[in-house]
């Protein structure tokens, strides 16, 4: 079975400063995906960032990158000079290719971004 | 723009009553997807549903039901509303070779008294 572990309820940072959320996972497949969604407070989960377990090379999207260690099974989340729009639980989840239709999320981890 | 809307934002039902949870997509999308998202325990998946009429259970679908009738609408259904199933509700939808890049709707927050 798969798993997906974040093992940060809820984090602070201030405003500026650079944030990492931390991502575990456990799966016995070779191929898979992995992503991060946002949910902000009262507003819809959005797709910010996703990586192709082949790829070497860590995705990056704009202020958000990923360190994608695939020998650990770690998948951790860096926002640089977070913003207070930054704000949001953030989940990390697991999908296997060609598999079962199905994401695996992690318990998510509330980011408060402060002024 | 995806567009994923849910019929309600907050819902209040009794012990007992059958519910009905709609959700649209306008984006053509082949899959559509329920979950209930619980604090500590993350989102996890009802339904879903990858055409049509179509409908596979997902980790946690006893005391739910859903329908498919037409591509752009998935219904979420509980025949018998409990307690236990006070909870929030998102909806969401991928295209069909886009499986996992799903988009969400803004969520239903439903409270069985």
């Known amino acids: 079975a798969q798993t997906v572990t974040q093992s940060q309820p809820e984090m602070s940072v201030q405003e500026a400063e650079t944030v990492t959320l931390s991502c575990t996972y456990d799966?016995?497949?070779?191929?898979?995906?992995l992503f991060w969604y946002k949910q902000p407070p009262s507003r819809q989960m959005i797709l910010v960032i996703r990586?192709?377990?082949?790829?070497?090379q860590n995705a990056t999207e704009n202020r958000f990158s990923v360190n994608f260690q695939k020998a650990a099974k770690s998948f951790s989340l860096k926002i640089s000079d977070s913003q207070l729009g930054d704000t949001a639980m953030y989940f990390c989840?697991?999908?296997?290719?060609?598999?079962?239709?199905?994401?695996?999320f992690g318990k998510g981890t509330r980011l408060h971004i402060l002024p | 723009d995806v567009k994923v809307t849910q019929s309600s934002r907050y819902l209040v039902k009794r012990t007992g009553e059958k519910v009905f949870l709609e959700c649209v997509q306008d984006?053509?999308?082949?899959?559509m997807f329920w979950y209930r998202q619980d604090p500590g325990l993350g989102l996890r998946l009802i339904y879903f549903?990858?055409?049509?009429?179509?409908?596979e259970k997902g980790d946690i679908p006893e005391g739910y039901s859903v329908s498919r009738e037409k591509k752009e609408r998935f219904s979420l259904i509980l025949e018998s509303a409990s307690t236990n199933q006070t909870s929030m509700y998102l909806c969401?939808?991928?295209?069909?070779?886009?499986?996992?890049?799903?988009?969400f709707g803004p969520g239903t927050r439903l409270t069985v008294t």
């Open positions: 969401a939808s991928s295209r069909g070779d886009s499986l996992y890049e799903q988009y």
């Open positions: 990586q192709e377990a082949y790829k070497q």
């Open positions: 799966t016995s497949e070779n191929n898979y995906y």
């Open positions: 984006m053509d999308h082949e899959n």
């Open positions: 549903s990858y055409d049509v009429k179509m409908k």
């Open positions: 989840a697991l999908a296997l290719m060609n598999r079962d239709d199905k994401i695996i």
